[in-house]
């Protein structure tokens, strides 16, 4: 999937409040805007419950805005069904989870393979897409083991080649390093930077400095507001205000 648009994610305005049992309610995200062109690669970071999650699920099309608009390679999400969103995240975006998100009792193909199944696509046919998409994360010759039979970095380079499947183009991932060691994270933020050479549009988030610097671009979370919107490498606490 090629996106038609320069301007990949436009967010203006957006408001996300979360409403409990009781009557009680938090406003989470206040006022967040920003673009994103094609072929970016974004770091978002910020403090533990600043809204990086509950900004992730909206651009990834899993929840939506209480207000403001998310236009996605030109098309208003804000405006959509559930139904018309589970076909948006099936034809433009992958998305990568901290704790992997893999069926423990299906093979590595199955899981690879599994976004195939709502295009109807046959058994045979999404097992030799499954094994393509294993050597484009390195794991060629794994495709018939089960998720318990590897490490956690190779289980998150299978969530990877599952959110590649449908040749997205964006991937969003939240803390996708998160529950690995440095060495291995790094070779999960290779992998991602490859992607992104590929011309894959990157967003993720993440708490760590060195997994940020992978980025060219950082977005910071305070709060609920956008306090940093630059170049990484540009980044100091000073240059933080509400933007
Ligand atoms: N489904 C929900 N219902 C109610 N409140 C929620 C819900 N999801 C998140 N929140 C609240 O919204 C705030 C922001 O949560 P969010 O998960 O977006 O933070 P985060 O920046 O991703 O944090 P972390 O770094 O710990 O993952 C928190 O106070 C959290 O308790
Ligand atoms: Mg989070």
């Known amino acids: 999937m090629t996106v038609k648009n320069t301007t990949v994610i436009d967010v203006k305005h957006v408001f996300k409040t979360y409403f409990m049992d009781g009557g009680n309610s938090q406003q989470v995200l206040k006022d967040i805007n920003f673009q994103v062109k094609s072929g970016e690669f974004v770091a978002i970071m910020g403090p533990s419950g600043s809204g990086k999650s509950t900004l992730m699920n909206i651009l990834g099309c899993l929840d939506k805005p209480t207000s403001g608009t998310y236009i996605l390679d030109g098309q208003d999400i804000s405006a959509k069904t559930d139904m018309e969103l589970a076909k948006v995240r099936g034809q433009t975006i992958g998305f990568v989870f901290q704790n992997f998100n893999l069926m423990m009792k299906r093979t590595i193909a199955d899981n690879v393979s599994l976004p195939l199944i709502y295009q109807n696509i046959e058994e045979k046919e999404r097992y030799k897409r499954a094994v393509k998409m294993l050597e484009r994360v390195n794991l060629q010759g794994y495709q018939d083991r089960l998720p318990s039979q590897i490490s956690g970095g190779m289980q998150q380079r299978v969530a990877i080649a599952r959110a590649l499947i449908n040749n997205p183009a964006i991937i969003f991932a939240d803390e996708p390093t998160g529950n ?64």
């Open 180 to 243: 690995l060691d440095s060495k291995t994270s790094d070779e999960i933020m290779d992998l991602f930077t490859d992607l992104n050479k590929q011309g894959i549009t990157i967003v993720l988030v993440t708490h760590e400095d060195d997994v940020a610097d992978f980025a060219t671009r950082m977005i910071k979370i305070s709060d609920g507001h956008k306090v940093y919107d630059g170049l990484r490498k540009e980044y100091s606490k000073e240059k933080e205000t509400k933007c």
